[in-house]
């Protein structure tokens, strides 16, 4: 899992089609700002074999499962709690805000072998294409 408190990190990122998408998501809601962690957020890129157990825990998210009766994905009450899903050509972005002041952790999930099963299907069962103007 790569973990990215600012934008310069997203030169860790290897696919240059999920970095610009990283890229592009740290330009927008810093508009300009210099990098605040406490009022931006960060930011995570899922990588192989990387377990929903590790993302939960150091997103304190619940993934695949939701907060109010542990309900799991694939159970027909199962609804999530994310507040976005969006998906691009080569991974889904997954978006938490946390509290009122807009912090936030946003999720890459790319579209790849060694990928979570289950997330990946989630993400593909309850993704909204990213609209042109998200791209931006």
Do not use: W
Request: with cysteine; charged share 20%; hydrophobic share 40%.
């Amino acid at each position: 899992m790569l973990i990215l408190n600012g934008p310069l990190l997203s030169r860790n990122i290897n696919d240059p089609d999920i970095r610009a998408v990283v890229e592009q998501r740290f330009t927008q809601i810093l508009s300009g700002e210099p990098y605040d962690y406490v009022l931006h957020g960060y930011m995570i890129v899922v990588e192989p074999h990387d377990s929903i157990e590790f993302l939960e825990e150091e997103t304190q998210c619940p993934i695949l499962h939701n907060y109010f009766d542990d309900t799991r994905f694939g159970d027909p009450d199962f609804t999530p709690c994310f507040e976005a899903l969006e998906e691009h050509d080569k991974c889904f972005e997954m978006v938490f805000i946390l509290n009122d002041g807009g912090f936030g952790i946003t999720i890459f999930i790319p579209k790849q072998s060694g990928i979570n099963a289950d997330l990946l299907v989630m993400c593909a069962e309850y993704a909204v294409p990213a609209t042109a103007l998200s791209q931006l």
